[in-house]
């Protein structure tokens, strides 16, 4: 037996015997009034099927229902409780009291409790994360501190010893600890003597300049700014018999500079004529007849050695034609670029000057891969 609901509830039951047994369906004291048995088993011999329908699904017609079944060798019964509308909801209202029924408990729920419960959850995760963070903040700050305090008591400068490793944690006063060591001594009282100049070898050296007239040099582009002033890209003509026209970079000294920004051009002027080296710009003269003063040097037609060795990076993707313009460098290509660094790092060594900047963007790249 089941209950159902199609158009009306129905009870369904089937009962099997031979001779067919007879089927009487009761509800508590009440006869049901519609027993309908299906009309395929109507003349089956042993088996009887059918529902007891209820057309009014009232409260009044829930309750317990006993289908008997007998024949001519006796009977058996089977029950089954109906049910056809779920308890309504009780409201909380203090006059409310259902009829019929005891009200059901009402069972408080603790939302409250759990939000602090979980509120207080997170902030105990969020408390160990950030103490983790920085802890393990505090140990990397603390082995970079004795890194640079080692190198720091290996440096020749006396000032250097007793140095704490807390002094770096303070990067102003290392980093002007750092400028203070790096600056030139230029009081004489402060400065030491090189072993490997003389006083008669100093006086001996006779620095020569050339001097470019102005009307000779040409301008066709800027190629940049640098410290003095712009860069720019030209020509000279006759710079030597052999060439008419000889293409040059040419390094403009700017029209506001102070006195001081004068002394330190023509100083680097009579530095750059004493250089001479395959792997040294070749300077060429000035040019101080015009309103702006001039360094003219050789023009190195790729560049910087930065972006040259960017372009040819093996992991950029190009077209054909990009890597037939800019094929990637091999590693012969690698050590002839750093062969050549050394040769001019040697020389500008041999001629005591120390360069104190030497990077890819301080290296220009000329013809056949050759570098200065």
Request: aromatic share 10%.
């Amino acid at each position: 037996m089941k209950v159902e609901m199609n158009f009306y509830w129905c009870i369904y039951y089937q009962v099997t015997g031979f001779p067919k047994p007879n089927s009487d369906g009761h509800l508590k004291k009440n006869k049901m009034i519609d027993d309908r048995e299906h009309a395929r088993t109507s003349r089956n011999t042993y088996l009887a099927e059918g529902c007891l329908e209820v057309e009014r699904d009232s409260q009044k017609n829930e309750g317990l229902y006993t289908l008997i079944a007998s024949n001519p060798f006796g009977q058996v019964n089977h029950s089954i409780y109906a049910r056809f509308h779920i308890d309504p909801v009780p409201i909380a209202h203090p006059t409310y009291v259902p009829q019929g029924r005891p009200p059901l408990p009402i069972i408080p729920v603790m939302k409250k409790a759990d939000s602090d419960e979980r509120y207080k959850t997170s902030i105990l995760i969020s408390s160990l994360l950030t103490t983790s963070v920085i802890f393990v903040f505090l140990i990397i700050l603390g082995i970079v501190c004795v890194v640079r305090w080692r190198k720091f008591r290996m440096s020749p400068d006396v000032q250097n010893a007793g140095v704490s490793p807390l002094f770096f944690l303070c990067f102003l006063k290392r980093r002007r600890s750092r400028y203070l060591r790096e600056r030139i001594p230029l009081n004489p009282s402060q400065m030491v003597e090189n072993p490997n100049y003389t006083k008669d070898h100093n006086n001996d050296v006779v620095v020569e300049i050339h001097h470019i007239a102005r009307e000779k040099i040409s301008f066709i582009q800027s190629l940049g700014e640098g410290a003095f002033g712009r860069v720019y890209l030209g020509t000279v003509d006759y710079l030597t018999p052999e060439e008419p026209t000889t293409l040059v970079a040419v390094k403009t000294l700017k029209d506001n500079v102070v006195e001081d920004t004068k002394l330190d051009f023509e100083r680097e002027a009579e530095l750059l004529a004493n250089l001479q080296h395959t792997n040294i710009i070749t300077f060429y003269g000035v040019s101080t007849d015009g309103e702006a003063l001039m360094m003219i040097f050789e023009y190195m037609e790729h560049g910087d050695l930065n972006n040259f060795l960017r372009d040819r990076s093996p992991d950029i993707i190009k077209t054909e034609i990009e890597l037939q313009k800019l094929p990637p460098l091999t590693t012969s290509d690698l050590i002839y670029i750093s062969c050549q660094v050394a040769a001019g790092m040697e020389y500008l060594a041999s001629q005591h000057f120390v360069h104190r900047d030497l990077a890819t963007r301080n290296c220009l790249v000329g013809e056949k891969m050759v570098v200065k």
